[in-house]
């Protein structure tokens, strides 16, 4: 059915048919443990919205059903179909490798990882089997979020180096044939920018419409939105009798993309570097650029759904293919640049709708819904279940479409390790690393791996709060204490926060003894083999999957072509299960040792081949 003119009236089937009303129905469902294949069965999917609304009287009320409909409504494309035909890029056969540079490599003992750091490494990377790097920022910061607060976007952080250092590691990069991705963080900008430092100064001047001020009237935030970070997303002044919105930490303002001189200043800075020769950007929270008009109020129901109230109004907002489009075509495209967003929030058929190809808005997303067990939440201490991440891969491995390209990742700045997650006593720690090296290098998808991966990395034994430096982490540990005991705090703080991938790695001389990470070889040179591998075979990338066994604690598939195939044999689970046995003409190329051949040990995953 067309996507326009969902009403009370129509049925759950009616707006599940919808891209966006597809997204929000599965992620309530999967939040509330409840199978998506309800929606399919006649009985409930024939259910109306008015009377659903009046069975959920209590948890949603009116505003969340206009805000509902708004939302569903707003999209009028629907995502092409599914399969296209399939077409090559450079970035769909990379290997990607995420450097955090403050706790990569600190080559002059300073405590900080640093550009010279990153340029000693450039072979182990290149033989490492890396294609290209994504950057963290680098760019000029008060450091209130690691860099995340840009200060000025054409100046390289002192501590990190010069703009000198970052040329020649640029060149260092493209003389191995790698090529480099930077950060663009401009959903916000520090507050020590000089556009939000002239705004918040000169009622005059052009830069107050670069942000979100309100005047403080009735002495009462401007809405009841909270930040990423704790606390609500206004910062208030006094003196100049001002609100400004922060969706992050409160020295990270956001900035106004409707302003048209916005969008102009933004897509000049990126043309600034990729004249100079990088190759395309991670774009930091790029589905929160577009904000409802007014900002009104945010559900509290979506707001405890989704982590923080008013999330509905910026995550997939009203301008934002639009200003996607325009980045696209006014900087990437004339650079051939490539482009991926962080996209909090979205669901697959959204993700469709900035990704398909077609469309000309982004490359690929990072989609995060696999990070955590349905149900679950980051800050809180439980063990992820690696049956719902296989069915997670499943969907996007099947649903997604041929003009669409998945990530696959575990790890980045922003979560504790994937293999804690899984298995905090760490028993199976180098068993895990490997199976999950092995499902990264052979599904469809681009591999992204997090600096430390390839060492099997775990999480870190944070002793106490002083060892925790991230504004996330102390801020939620301080509204915390509000309704815990400190050491209840700290145990929170310690099951989620984003410090576990923040230390120096473990080949710094200086890194912190009491984080006790050490390098696991045997991981280290499984990464390689496996990368070797994709590169050697075009099954793995651009070849089709097919599920064999998605039974409980098991995943087995197939990635194949005309010319070959692979039977990717994994136990999810910490107990023996029955090796996979439909092999006929296949030959074990992984591992190259095992204890029983009918029975997969925990953990372990086995790589069939066949000509
Ligand atoms: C996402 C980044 O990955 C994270 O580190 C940062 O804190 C927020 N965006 C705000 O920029």
């Not at 995502?79 to 706790?103: C, N």
């Not at 990368?531 to 075979?537: E, P």
Request: proline share 5%.
């Amino acid at each position: 059915m067309s996507q326009r003119g969902i009403t009370m009236n129509s049925t759950l089937k009616e707006v599940y048919e919808t891209p966006i009303g597809h997204d929000i129905l599965a992620r309530i469902l999967l939040q509330l443990g409840i199978p998506e294949k309800v929606l399919r069965n006649p009985a409930s999917a024939g259910i109306k919205l008015s009377v659903l609304a009046k069975l959920a009287k209590k948890v949603l009320s009116e505003q969340f059903w206009q805000t509902f409909l708004r939302l569903v409504n707003r999209e009028q494309d629907a995502p092409a179909s599914l399969y296209t035909p399939m077409h090559e890029a450079w970035w769909k056969e990379a290997v990607f490798y995420q450097i955090y540079p403050r706790s990569f490599c600190d080559s002059d003992q300073d405590g900080t990882g640093d550009l010279r750091g990153i340029i000693a490494k450039l072979d182990y990377l290149k033989d490492l089997g890396v294609d290209a790097v994504w950057l963290s920022p680098i760019y000029d910061s008060p450091l209130d979020d690691n860099g995340y607060d840009i200060r000025d976007y054409h100046k390289i952080l002192p501590q990190f180096g010069t703009m000198e250092d970052f040329d020649e590691l640029l060149e260092g990069i493209h003389a191995r044939g790698m090529k480099l991705i930077m950060d663009l963080v401009v959903n916000h900008t520090s507050d020590e920018h000089e556009w939000f430092q002239q705004a918040l100064k000169d009622p005059s001047s052009k830069y107050r419409n670069y942000y979100f001020f309100e005047n403080d009237e009735e002495g009462e935030y401007p809405n009841n939105w909270t930040s990423n970070f704790s606390g609500p997303a206004w910062n208030h002044y006094e003196d100049e009798k001002l609100y400004a919105l922060h969706l992050f930490s409160t020295k990270q303002m956001d900035l106004n993309w409707e302003n048209p001189d916005v969008r102009e200043d933004v897509i000049a800075m990126i043309r600034w570097w990729l004249e100079k020769g990088v190759d395309g950007f991670r774009m930091d929270v790029i589905n929160y650029i577009s904000k409802e008009e007014g900002l009104p109020d945010g559900d509290p129901f979506v707001g405890n759904l989704m982590g923080y109230t008013g999330i509905e109004h910026y995550y997939y907002g009203p301008h934002l293919h639009e200003y996607l489009k325009e980045i696209r075509e006014k900087a990437f495209d004339a650079y051939g640049a490539f482009s991926i967003g962080e996209t909090p929030g979205l669901g697959i058929q959204m993700a469709r709708l900035v990704t398909g190809e077609e469309r000309k808005e982004l490359d690929m997303i990072f989609s995060f819904d696999h990070l955590e067990t349905p149900g679950h939440v980051r800050f809180e201490d439980y063990r992820y279940d690696l049956n719902a991440f296989r069915d997670n891969m499943d969907t996007w491995m099947t649903q997604y479409g041929n003009n669409c390209w998945p990530t696959v990742f575990y790890n980045n700045h922003d979560n504790p390790r994937m293999v804690s997650k899984i298995d905090p006593e760490g028993k199976y720690s180098e068993s895990l690393a490997i199976l999950l090296a092995v499902i990264q290098m052979t599904l469809r998808g681009t591999p992204f791996i997090y600096q430390g991966d390839e060492m099997g990395l775990v999480n870190v034994p944070f002793r106490s709060m002083e060892d925790i430096t991230d504004v996330e982490s102390v801020n939620k540990y301080e509204e915390l204490l509000a309704d815990h005991e400190p050491a209840e705090a700290f145990r929170i703080i310690l099951a989620g926060t984003r410090d576990h991938a923040r230390v120096l790695l473990p080949w710094n001389d200086n890194a912190p003894e009491w984080a006790g990470q050490n390098v696991n070889e045997a991981v280290t040179s499984a990464y390689k083999e496996l990368i070797s591998l994709r590169h050697q075979h075009r099954a793995l990338v651009y070849g089709h999957y097919e599920v064999l066994d998605r039974s409980r604690n098991r995943y087995v598939y197939r990635r194949y072509d005309d010319h070959e195939s692979f039977i990717i044999d994994c136990n999810l689970s910490d107990q023996p299960v029955r090796a996979y046995t439909d092999l006929s003409g296949y030959t074990l190329i992984r591992p190259h040792r095992y204890t029983e051949l009918n029975v997969l040990q925990p953990y372990e995953v086995r790589i069939w081949y066949k000509k």
